[in-house]
Every structure is written in C-alpha cells, then in structure tokens.
C-alpha cells in the first residue's frame, strides 16, 4: 500500500469545539501518525503520516468533526513519506 505524508490546515469554526481531541482519536483509529495543533488565525492545522488510504477516509471524518464543528475548508499539501512521525497527539 502506498505510504504519504500530508500536511492540512482546517477552517471553520474547528476551535472550541473538541476539534483537535477528535481528529487525534479517529487518527489513532485508524494507525496514523504525526499531530495536530490550533493557529492563532482560527483555523487548525495537522501533519499526518501513513497509508494513503487511512489519510483519505481521516480526511473524510475530519470534514464532519466533532458536533458542534462547522468545517468551512481543509487544505491538503503532499509531501514524502518520512516514517518518523510520532504516535499521534495534539501539540499546544
């Protein structure tokens, strides 16, 4: 299976809302790797790692997020897979 790394930034109201917490337990779920942290503009943004298909549907739950998330945008950027990302956690 293909291996990747992505880096995402989320927009919308994806602050204040357990955002980050779900991300990271869909993201356990699922055997990624890498963090995910808030930015001062509001928006959220995330480094992970592994299958490229396990990305994908992380991506796909990530749209939805926690109940009271509006997610407006995610922004994808591919980069190589570089197998040394740690076990996934939330960065403040």
């Not at 808030?38 to 396990?54: L, Y």
């Not at 739950?61 to 945008?73: D, H, I, M, N, Q």
């Amino acid at each position: 299976m293909a291996k990747e790394q992505r880096f995402i930034r989320i927009h919308g109201k994806v602050q204040g809302v357990g955002y980050r917490f779900f991300a990271t337990r869909v993201a356990r779920r699922l055997g990624l790797k890498g963090w995910i942290q808030n930015n001062r503009d509001g928006t959220v943004e995330a480094m992970v790692e592994g299958e490229k298909s396990a990305i994908d549907e992380w991506i796909e739950e990530l749209k939805e997020g926690p109940r009271y998330a509006e997610v407006t945008r995610i922004d994808q950027e591919a980069k190589d897979f570089s197998g040394r990302l740690p076990d996934f956690d939330v960065k403040f």
